[in-house]
């Protein structure tokens, strides 16, 4: 029987073709196409410049196997985040009570919004009012950055995102809880929630997707530390091409319902051409 075993370099060879086939299968499972909106997200971003090209399509980009599982995780976390909240007492909500859907924010004419991760009553005597909660994940690093500088200054697009929402669904706090996806050690922080802020993102959420220009770069040069690790460097600093679809043609405009019109063709641009592009493309700037 043991004749027929396999060699150990064998087994190796077979061990590690199936941690390639996971890889190619989580890119597959969980790339993700371009954002038809703003998000609420990615507003807080340092970079105007860098939320610009993203809204445009200038560039999707592309992540391997392992990082894409670590985003996935962060998705599969907000399940046991809501057991633990519920079974302490809160009275959790994961759906607008209204619509039965998930709560969501929308503005700049349907381009700019988000969805919040759920909503809740503490069971505090104290502290009955309805709060926002917002979960994430962190590696050892992010998590000891959290711990020491809080989550305003140590995450300022964790807590505009948070702002966003508390602004449209009338919360004046939030419950902003991570875990250290290292040790699982939890930091639960409760904030207000800055109205005033949320305006201003809002705003900013308007120059960007109605400007036909990019907004001024956050540096000069690519070796500053945002820089280095941006997606959009190449086109940004390099002149790079963007990729082609109507988004970043100069041609298109977003317009209301979270539509777009061509200038060249003097129409509506059908969702589903948008990805493609036509051969009158010419790349905004």
């Not at 060879?13 to 597959?28: G, L, S």
């Not at 609420?40 to 610009?52: E, N, P």
């Not at 998930?102 to 919040?116: D, M, N, Q, T």
């Not at 809740?120 to 962190?138: D, G, M, R, V």
């Amino acid at each position: 029987m043991f004749d027929t075993l396999l060699s150990s370099i064998e087994l190796e060879i077979i061990a590690n073709r199936i941690a390639m086939d996971i890889d190619e299968y989580c890119v597959k499972k969980f790339s993700e196409e371009h954002r038809n909106h703003l998000g609420a997200s990615l507003i807080g971003h340092d970079c105007a410049r860098h939320i610009w090209y993203a809204f445009r399509w200038a560039k999707l980009e592309m992540f391997d196997g392992r990082q894409l599982r670590l985003f996935n995780r962060g998705h599969l976390e907000e399940a046991r985040f809501i057991e633990w909240l519920r079974g302490i007492g809160f009275q959790v909500w994961e759906v607008d009570p209204n619509t039965g859907t998930r709560s969501r924010i929308w503005g700049a004419k349907g381009h700019y919004g988000g969805g919040l991760d759920s909503g809740a009553i503490p069971p505090y005597p104290k502290f009955n009012e309805p709060i926002l909660l917002e979960f994430k994940t962190h590696n050892r690093g992010s998590f000891a950055k959290l711990l020491k500088e809080k989550l305003v200054i140590s995450k300022p697009r964790h807590y505009a995102q948070m702002c966003a929402y508390g602004k449209h669904y009338g919360f004046k706090y939030g419950l902003y809880l991570a875990v250290n996806k290292d040790d699982d050690d939890i930091y639960p922080e409760i904030v207000p929630l800055n109205p005033r802020d949320a305006d201003d993102l809002t705003r900013k959420a308007e120059d960007i997707i109605f400007s036909p220009i990019a907004p001024p770069k956050i540096a000069l040069e690519k070796t500053f530390f945002e820089c280095k690790f941006c997606a959009f460097s190449g086109i940004c600093h390099d002149n790079q091409p963007m990729e082609i679809n109507c988004r970043s043609c100069r041609y298109a405009e977003p317009v209301d319902n979270a539509k777009w019109h061509c200038h060249f063709y003097k129409q509506q641009i059908p969702e589903e051409f948008i990805p493609k592009g036509c051969p009158s493309h010419i790349q905004i700037g």
